[in-house]
C-alpha cells in the first residue's frame, strides 16, 4: 500500500471518529438535559418509596474517575509492553506511529463509543419510565393528605399533587430511579476491563495476576450496584437492570467491536508430523 494511501486512511478514521464522538456526545447531551422524565404517579401507602435522601457512597465525581483512568491506563500499559518490540510501523504524512499507539487508540475509541451507548440508553430507559426513587416522598412531600379517605387505595396521577419539599433541585432526578446509571456505567467500565485484560494481558507469568485484577475490577463494579440500594437511590430491580446492561454492552464491544493489533511471532510452530522426521533425522547414524 503506497504511502499516501496509508495516511489517508489513517486520517480518515481519526475523522470518522471523531465525528462519532461529537455525535454521541451531543445524544448524550440531548437526552440528559432536553428530555422530561415521565411524570408517574404514586400509591398513598407504597412503602418502598418511604425511605430517607441520603447522599451518594460512590459519588459520580469518583464513578466517573475510576471508570476512566482506570482502564485507560491499563490500556496504555498493555498495548505498550505487548507490542513495544513490533517493528511494523506505518507513517502518517512522514510522522511514525508505533504498533503500540495504533493498539492504544484502536482499544480507547471503542471503550470511549460503548460508554456512549451505555449513556444514551440509560438516559432513554431514566426519561421514558420515570420510576421514582426510594426517597420519592421525602424529596417531593406531596401537597395531597394520604392519612383522607379519598386518596386511600387509588392510583394518584401527578395532575393530582404537587411536591411542596425545600430541594426543588432534584425534583427531576427523583423521578429517574429505572435504570441505575451507576451500575451500568460500573459494570460496563469494569466488565470490558475485565475481558481486555484476559485477551491482553497474555505475556508470561501473569495468569494468576491477571485473575485477581479481573476480580478486583469486578467487585469495584459490584460494590457499586450494591451501594445504589443501601444509599436508597435506587430499587433492587433499576440495579440489576442497570448492571445487566453493562454487562451486555461490554461483552458487544469487546467481542464485536474492538479492533486490537496481534503481537506477530518470531516463527510459528512445525506440524507435529514434521517434528517427528525432523528428529528421526537427526539420530546419528549407526
Not at 41 to 63: A, E, I, N, R, W
Not at 215 to 221: A, E
Amino acid at each position: 500500500m503506497a504511502k499516501n494511501e496509508v495516511s489517508i486512511n489513517i486520517l480518515r478514521k481519526l475523522v470518522l471518529d471523531c465525528f462519532l464522538l461529537i455525535g454521541l456526545g451531543l445524544c448524550i447531551g440531548a437526552t440528559n438535559l432536553l428530555w422530561q422524565p415521565f411524570q408517574r404517579g404514586f400509591f398513598c401507602g407504597d412503602q418502598s418509596l418511604m425511605y430517607p435522601y441520603k447522599g451518594d457512597t460512590v459519588t459520580v465525581l469518583m464513578l466517573r474517575l475510576v471508570g476512566l483512568l482506570l482502564p485507560i491506563s491499563t490500556f496504555l500499559i498493555c498495548e505498550w509492553t505487548l507490542l513495544r518490540n513490533v517493528r511494523d510501523c506505518e507513517r502518517c504524512l512522514g510522522v511514525r506511529i508505533p504498533a503500540w499507539v495504533r493498539g492504544f487508540y484502536s482499544t480507547l475509541v471503542c471503550f470511549a463509543i460503548g460508554t456512549c451507548f451505555v449513556e444514551i440508553a440509560v438516559n432513554i430507559s431514566k426519561n421514558v419510565i420515570g420510576r421514582p426513587r426510594p426517597h420519592f416522598f421525602d424529596i417531593c412531600q406531596p401537597s395531597i393528605n394520604c392519612s383522607s379517605l379519598e386518596w386511600q387505595d387509588r392510583y394518584i396521577q401527578s395532575s393530582d399533587y404537587t411536591c411542596t419539599g425545600p430541594q426543588t433541585d432534584k425534583y427531576g432526578d427523583m423521578r429517574k430511579s429505572f435504570l441505575s446509571g451507576h451500575s451500568a456505567w460500573a459494570a460496563y467500565t469494569m466488565v470490558y476491563l475485565a475481558m481486555y485484560l484476559e485477551g491482553r494481558m497474555t505475556w508470561q507469568g501473569t495468569r494468576t495476576l491477571r485473575h485477581v485484577l479481573q476480580f478486583g475490577v469486578v467487585m469495584l463494579s459490584w460494590f457499586t450496584a450494591l451501594s445504589r440500594v443501601t444509599d436508597f437511590k435506587h430499587h433492587w430491580s433499576d440495579v440489576l437492570a442497570g448492571y445487566s446492561l453493562g454487562v451486555v454492552f461490554a461483552v458487544f464491544m469487546w467481542a464485536w467491536g474492538t479492533d486490537v493489533i496481534q503481537k506477530k511471532k518470531n516463527h510459528n510452530s512445525l506440524p507435529q508430523f514434521e517434528i517427528a522426521i525432523t528428529s528421526q533425522s537427526m539420530q546419528p547414524q549407526r
